[in-house]
């Protein structure tokens, strides 16, 4: 997505969405995250921002700014379709108005099934609150590891 792009929808999202914790702390360090072992969270973040070719969000509230880290605790790529189930997750975790309107779109243009909606919402009612979860207290254990202490389910088949 270009940059232009990625801040226009920022944006939108800001003016849609309740800010959640917008002065909270939360930056991602990629040269360090990239020197941690295979496995662990910020290692795998690092490779999933390096392998998509993303840099990290610094802007917006808290959850946009965790945004990739979140496709990386459910194991869901930023492909299209997996980007509109992450929405329904979020949604259950947080009240995010622009989910619902992604969700609906997704449904409606036919890139995303009720039946992935439905697993998103469900795994995100079954997580714990991320809102209250400090990533970067996590960045050195193994994402197995984190994603069991955070009751989260891998929503790909």
């Known amino acids: 997505m270009a940059d232009g792009q990625l801040g226009a929808i920022l944006r939108m999202a800001q ?5 959640i914790e917008s002065d909270r702390h939360f930056e991602i360090d990629l040269e360090k995250l990239r020197q941690l072992p295979a496995g662990t969270l910020g290692c795998e973040v690092a ?8 840099e ?5 509230d808290w959850i946009q700014r965790n945004h990739d880290v979140w496709h990386v605790l459910t194991g869901l790529s930023p492909s299209t379709e997996d980007e509109f189930i992450l929405q329904a997750f979020t949604r259950a975790q947080v009240f995010r108005p622009s989910c619902a309107i992604l969700v609906l779109v997704g449904l ?6 009720i039946g992935q ?10 997580a714990d609150q991320l809102i209250d979860w400090n990533p970067e207290s996590d960045w050195e254990t193994p994402l197995s590891e984190v994603r ?6 891998l929503l790909i088949d």
């Open 15 to 19: 003016i849609i969405n309740p800010q």
């Open 117 to 126: 909606i439905i697993k998103g919402l469900k795994y995100g009612k079954l």
């Open 47 to 54: 490779r999933f921002l390096d392998e998509q070719g993303f």
């Open 56 to 60: 990290p969000i610094a802007s917006g």
């Open 108 to 113: 409606i243009s036919g890139k995303c099934t």
């Open 148 to 153: 069991k202490k955070l009751g989260i389910l």
